[in-house]
């Protein structure tokens, strides 16, 4: 029901096979396991990701629906590099971040310092 309610018309992709386990309270249940008949007032849910070969979590984390990342992956996987444009503001720079966390993960490295390097191109110079 969750995620229905986060993504109504499944524009990110997104459905009840995303869902990895869910935490009701201090009880955590795999996503096969039957509801309670009483629920708390948290609830908590944790998609499938990298661990799992998916990018759910990503395409939540994110808001970009999941066949959009999956050709930003491929285009990553084959070329090594994306070039995205855009006016400032627009998550252009998020959206990089995330992606090249992901790569770093998925080739089975560690998160460190100097795995993932960022810069950004003036348009105005040639620097």
Known sequence: E????????TQLGLNTDSVMEYS???????????????????????LKDLTLNSEDSLA????????VLQRYISQLEEH???????????GKSFLASRLA??????????LEHQAIATFNVDNKTTK
């Not at 201090?26 to 944790?46: C, Q």
């Open 2 to 9: 969750y995620i229905i309610y986060v993504d109504p018309v």
């Open 24 to 46: 009701i309270g201090d009880i955590h249940r795999a996503s096969d396991a039957d509801t309670p008949e009483l629920l708390p007032d948290t609830i908590s849910v944790k």
């Open 60 to 67: 939540f984390e994110t808001l970009i629906p999941k066949p």
């Open 80 to 90: 090594r590099r994306i070039i995205f444009s855009g006016p400032s503001g627009t």
């Open 101 to 110: 966390e992901y790569m770093v993960l998925k080739e089975g490295k560690q």
